[in-house]
């Protein structure tokens, strides 16, 4: 038999902190060690963990596979967690519990399971656990810190919103790092004067391009079936504001993506658009910008590019940054 592909697929990996709400058993790991958590989820094994932040995002995204066939979905949503396949097993009987077409898992035993991204070409992995997230970012995959909030999911109507912002995120960070060092005006004056050369991109560019390919399918459903309904929408939710919002809309352009809305905000309050918009799942570099979103919607941080950097005083040289501490062996 065949080996089944992954290449033509959107694949998002996503772990089981982001996926559920594991406040309980993280509560036993801490409080009482890996032994008690053992014990604690062996016990619970029959009972279904409740949704994550993450969870209305992968349940409607999942839902779109009816666009393809059982033996050709166009989604696939696989497992990456730090849990071993015997904690884990609480984990996929609660998958099949809620009726996530999710099979597939990877389980290291308190390692870290970002390093496995490349073996799945995944798109993007979704973690609660933050220090997991940046090490994959700095290694140059697509990954986003899932903030504590409420999942957020309204009539099951299988729509699926999603939200980017543009720079260090879909972009690469080379025009924030003007604004940054040079001041609003300076960016100003650099994008209008770059406004037909597109960016680089960033982290999610790929995440883009494939739920851009969902879209076509979609439209090409509509062709064919009049009646149906579109569900994927798409909307860039950026602090760019005239003249500078030629070129992201040009770097779009360029990358053949579609996207249904853009709002280009000149630094008013993301969080009174995202209020609005309501979207399943919305992705930022910047964290303050995050801490109004999340009251709204659910909210991811992509740790990437000058916004994250630490600030070091000019005084201290390179080789006085401090060691970024190794991750421990909590569950995810």
């Known amino acids: 038999m065949a080996p089944y592909e992954l290449k033509d697929r959107l694949v998002i990996g996503v772990a089981s902190s982001a996926l559920f709400d594991l406040t309980a058993s993280y509560q036993v790991f801490r409080e009482d060690g890996l032994a ?12 279904p963990l409740a949704p994550g932040v993450a ?3 992968i349940k409607r995204l999942l839902g779109l596979n009816d666009l393809g066939t059982p033996e050709d979905p166009p989604v696939e949503v696989i497992i990456l967690s730090k849990n071993d396949p015997d904690t884990g097993l609480r984990v996929m009987r609660s998958i099949a519990s809620h009726g996530l077409d999710i099979t597939r ?4 035993q308190g390692r870290s399971p970002y390093a496995f991204m490349p073996a799945f070409t995944m798109s993007l992995f979704l973690s609660h ?8 970012v700095q290694m140059g995959l697509p990954a986003g810190h899932v903030l504590s909030s409420a999942p957020i999911d309204d009539v099951d109507d299988g729509a699926l919103r999603i939200a ?3 720079d260090g995120v879909l972009a690469d960070d080379s025009a924030e790092r003007i604004s940054q060092v040079e001041g609003l005006a300076a960016f100003h004056q650099h994008e209008f004067a770059n ?3 597109p960016q680089d991109p960033g982290p999610l560019r790929d995440l883009l391009v494939n739920i851009t ?10 062709l064919v079936d009049a009646t149906y309904r579109t569900r994927v929408h798409v909307s860039i939710v950026t602090a760019r504001s005239a003249p500078s919002h030629e070129r992201a809309v040009t770097t779009l352009k360029n990358w053949g993506v579609m996207v249904n809305d853009a709002f280009f905000l000149g630094g008013i309050d993301k969080g009174r658009v995202i209020e609005v918009l309501r979207p399943h799942i919305f992705f930022d570099d910047q964290t303050p910008q995050l801490q109004s979103t999340s009251r709204h919607a659910a909210s991811v941080h992509v ?4 916004a994250n950097e630490p600030v070091v005083p000019a005084a201290v040289a390179p080789a006085c940054l401090p060691v970024v501490p190794q991750v421990g062996a909590r569950p995810a």
């Open 303 to 306: 740790p990437y590019g000058v």
């Open 164 to 166: 980017f912002d543009f």
């Open 55 to 57: 969870f209305p995002f």
């Open 129 to 136: 656990d933050e220090d997991d997230v940046r090490r994959a």
């Open 195 to 197: 406004r037909v050369s």
């Open 213 to 222: 390919k969902l879209q076509r399918l979609e439209a090409a459903r509509k």
């Open 105 to 108: 898992a990877v389980f290291t």
């Open 36 to 47: 008690a958590y053992r014990v604690y989820q062996d016990a619970h094994l029959d009972v």
